[in-house]
């Protein structure tokens, strides 16, 4: 089985200037070098063997493939046998070439400069649309590579950001329409195994979530863990939390933990970051605190200091079961039961969704670091920072479960009313009939409860959104109070409480291992999270019609 590996050329001086480049040849800067070497090291690293590179006739893409070439490859026969072809030049942006593009968004608005950017159909003025690149692309692939794949070659293709793109398309990996969406990081090689039967390429699966791109990402983003993990399974979170003394297991399989100082919210150490974007469009005041945008920067540099060369978890996945509005996510936390809660309670990708995941919003939730109220501007050593400016929340001072969740609650009811999407703080079910009913009220009040109805199917039990097309969960899990959990009352959530489950501050009795859940002595807000197909007949995705019933 031969291979084909498409990449992307490192960063070159345009690139970092954030201008249009296009056909212009440009040089890579130190970081671009440094980028290509270390794909080269990553493509060593994975064992693939390359006879047949090609690069486009300009020097950032030629540059790019010797580097990284010279990483795995340490004969200088391939090096000097590079092949390059005009048809893998950059998409010409005609008379944008050279500006910077901050300085057009000004001018013609960021949906302008985004569609000359990215449409498939719309050249820029004097240049080529995507769907011109792919007209000579398409013929490369079929007549020079598909060859060679053939023949058991090894091919790799080190172009642009729109050539491949268009390469993509050839390929039958994605389709025009939404090709648009599609972020090409510089430097993280996409390997495609050539199936000869089928004619076809197929991307090959990675061995571990830990891909180059995710790598990349989280470098980008300014973390230098010693081991990350991504999206790991429920039983191996389970297992490492264990072994890290983070719990301990009921009788019934579910994972409890204790969450110190904080057994609940801590509404008063949220605030919000004060800027150009949200200074006249935030409702401030008791709820909404603005918070100086350089603290923000000045605790995040320490986060990023407190948690150089330790252990990180990542969940990658989505807020909003209604597929056009769902809000990617990505959650990084210090503890593994932190990356179990947010498993339960959002919603999960497929296999293809995480390998070309692009978080729209960032949680950084360090339970063990804490701030200082005299010299970082909080008003206590814990804190929930929202800047929607650079799309980040950051957490740290608590290991409150909930503060996960109801961070996400908050970004989306910033974010989604332009969408003419309400969002609501309640639970929803349906009936046989398709009658969709909402169960508004304060935490506590019964929501989970009355949603949790053996004869009705469950939507979700705290957040919704109620768009053009009717109602859709944000989550994918629920997160119901225990505090006199009763089988018989409660039945369905009763038996939530099993493998997988994680329980927050539910007393244990020490010689049964199950839980008390009478005994309110840690917090009246004892609580369990656990995913929504838990519940027998959930609807998933968890959408559904409007309301005909609303109770309050």
């Known amino acids: 089985m031969s291979n ?210 995710f790598t990349y990402q989280i470098e980008e983003f300014g973390l230098k863990p010693s081991i990350i993990h991504r999206n790991l399974s429920v039983k191996k979170l389970i297992k490492i939390a264990l072994g890290r003394n983070e719990g301990i297991l009921t009788k019934s399989g579910a994972f409890s933990v204790t969450t110190g100082q904080y057994t609940g919210r801590s509404p008063e150490d949220r605030f919000i970051v004060d800027d150009n974007l949200t200074h006249k469009t935030v409702d401030w005041g008791k709820i909404n605190k603005p918070f100086p945008s350089k603290k923000f920067d000045q605790i995040f540099e320490k986060m990023k200091k407190f948690e150089k060369a330790k252990e990180l978890f990542v969940f990658d996945g989505f807020a909003g079961a209604e597929k056009k509005s769902r809000l990617p996510i990505r959650i990084i936390t210090d503890h593994a039961w932190q990356s179990l809660f947010v498993k339960n309670m959002f919603i999960k990708p497929t296999s293809e969704e995480l390998e070309y995941h692009e978080p729209k919003f960032t949680v950084l939730n360090i339970n063990d670091f804490e701030a200082r109220p005299e010299l970082d501007g909080t008003r206590t050593s814990t804190f929930i920072l929202i800047n929607f400016k650079r799309k980040v929340v950051l957490i740290g001072g608590t290991r409150y479960g909930g503060e996960n969740k109801k961070s996400i609650f908050g970004i989306l009811n910033y974010i989604l009313p332009d969408k003419n999407i309400m969002p609501m703080h309640c639970s929803a079910n349906l009936g046989l009939n398709g009658d969709t009913a909402l169960f508004f009220g304060l935490s506590g009040t019964g929501k989970t409860t009355l949603s949790a109805d053996p004869k009705r199917m469950l939507i979700g039990d705290d957040e919704h959104g109620w768009s053009k097309t009717g109602i859709f969960n944000f989550e994918g899990g629920c997160y119901a109070k225990t505090i006199n959990l009763n089988k018989k009352a409660e039945p369905q959530i009763w038996n939530a409480v099993r493998s997988g489950a994680l329980l927050e501050n539910v007393i244990l009795n020490p010689k049964t291992m199950n839980p008390d859940y009478d005994d309110g002595s840690l917090t009246e807000n004892t609580r369990v999270a656990y995913p929504l197909n838990f519940i027998p007949g959930a609807v998933i995705p968890s959408v559904g019609g409007h309301p005909k019933l609303l109770y309050f």
């Not at 954030?18 to 080269?40: M, W």
């Open 4 to 213: 084909l590996i498409l990449m992307r050329h490192g960063q070159s001086i345009w690139n970092l200037q954030n201008r249009f480049t296009g056909g212009i040849d440009v040089p890579l800067t130190r970081k671009g070098i440094l980028q290509a070497k270390k794909a080269g090291q990553e493509l060593k690293k994975i064992g693939v063997h390359i006879d047949i590179v090609y690069s486009s006739k300009l020097s950032r893409s030629i540059e790019t493939a010797k580097a990284a070439i010279k990483k795995f490859n340490s004969s200088k026969m391939i090096v000097n046998k590079i092949i390059r072809n005009e048809a893998l030049n950059e998409r010409d942006y005609g008379d944008l070439s050279g500006k910077y593009k901050d300085e057009l968004i000004k001018i013609y608005g960021e949906k302008k400069v985004l569609e000359w950017r990215r449409s498939f159909t719309t050249k820029p003025p004097g240049g080529e649309s995507l769907k011109d690149v792919l007209t000579r692309i398409r013929p490369f692939l079929l007549k020079k590579v598909f060859p060679l794949l053939k023949d058991g070659k090894n091919v790799l293709i080190v172009a642009h950001g729109n050539a491949l793109r268009a390469l993509r398309i050839a390929t039958g990996e994605y389709k025009a329409d939404n090709i648009s969406n599609i972020h090409i990081p510089p430097c993280v090689p996409v390997i495609y195994n050539y199936i000869e039967k089928e004619k076809k390429l197929l991307v090959k699966d990675p061995k571990t979530n830990i891909t180059s791109k």
